[in-house]
């Protein structure tokens, strides 16, 4: 198993920023992909972006223009920068993981919880 530890959620105004991280217990390269999930009150959890190991990203057209994910391969962390911020961003926001590329996830984490007022 894949211990993963989210923080840098928190409050901000429409049209702010914040990063978001994800610590991994095991060496992030060994991870075939690592995903931004985010679940809003109501809503089914989506996939926000994600990033292999071989650096293909994606994202959901929702943020595309305004997210960034990226990693830290010295820290086994996951990055998830978030630009202009809006209220619909709102959500609490999870790290997993599909260790072998299968689009099995299979690891995640706790959650952190973004806010955005308008």
Same mark, same amino acid.
């Given at each position: 198993?894949?211990?993963?530890?989210?923080?840098? /959620?928190?409050?901000?105004?429409?049209?702010? =920023?914040?990063?978001?991280?994800? @610590?991994? #217990? &095991?060496?992030?390269?060994?991870?075939?992909?690592?995903?931004?999930?985010?679940?809003?009150?109501?809503?089914?959890?989506?996939?926000?972006?994600?990033?292999?190991? /071989?650096?293909?990203?994606?994202?959901?057209? =929702?943020?595309?223009?305004?997210? @960034?994910? #990226? &990693?830290?391969?010295?820290?086994?962390?996951?990055?998830?920068?978030?630009?202009?911020?809006?209220?619909?961003?709102?959500?609490?926001?999870?790290?997993?993981?599909?260790?072998?590329?299968?689009?099995?996830?299979?690891?995640?984490?706790?959650?952190?919880?973004?806010?955005?007022?308008?």
């Amino acid at each position: 198993q894949v211990h993963l530890v989210e923080s840098g /959620g928190g409050l901000v105004q429409t049209g702010g =920023s914040l990063r978001l991280s994800c @610590t991994t #217990s &095991r060496y992030i390269l060994d991870l075939s992909v690592m995903a931004w999930y985010r679940q809003a009150p109501g809503k089914q959890r989506e996939m926000v972006a994600r990033l292999t190991v /071989g650096e293909t990203t994606m994202y959901a057209d =929702s943020v595309k223009g305004r997210f @960034t994910i #990226s &990693r830290d391969n010295q820290k086994n962390t996951l990055y998830l920068q978030m630009n202009t911020l809006k209220p619909e961003d709102t959500a609490v926001y999870y790290c997993a993981t599909d260790r072998y590329g299968l689009n099995r996830w299979e690891d995640w984490g706790q959650g952190t919880q973004v806010t955005v007022s308008s």
